[in-house]
């Protein structure tokens, strides 16, 4: 049975900084790339991070410079630090993992960011 169970989630004042973690069993993790999404109320979800199963990085110009996606292979975990933090980051973030036809979520953790 394939889990992604996020964590890491919660409310910090804007500035602050928290760390996501994403923590998947019953995958091949490494084959895998991994993915942070998110979705704000009223929104669609949106794409926010990529880490390759080769180790490349991609980021949404939105969180450029503010956020790190990384992945440790050997605790079958991705990883989204997150740094100045600001109010129009507050949503429900979701992990994602994919990898030919195949494609899990997790249940998703709430971040809101206060003003």
């Known amino acids: 049975q394939v889990q992604l169970v996020e964590s890491g989630g919660g409310l910090v004042q804007a500035g602050g900084s928290l760390r996501l973690s994403c923590a998947a069993s019953?995958?091949?993790?490494?084959?895998?790339?991994m993915d942070w999404y998110r979705q704000a109320p009223g929104k669609q979800r949106e794409l926010v991070a990529t880490?390759?199963?080769?180790?490349?990085?991609n980021y949404a110009d939105s969180v450029k410079g503010r956020f790190t996606i990384s992945r440790d292979n050997a605790k079958n975990t991705v990883y989204l630090q997150m740094n100045s933090l600001r109010p129009e980051d507050t949503a429900v973030y979701y992990c994602?993992?994919?990898?030919?036809?195949?494609?899990?979520w997790g249940q998703g953790t709430q971040v809101t960011v206060s003003s």
């Open positions: 880490a390759t199963r080769d180790g490349s990085t």
């Open positions: 994602n993992a994919r990898w030919s036809t195949l494609d899990y």
């Open positions: 019953g995958i091949t993790f490494s084959l895998y790339a």
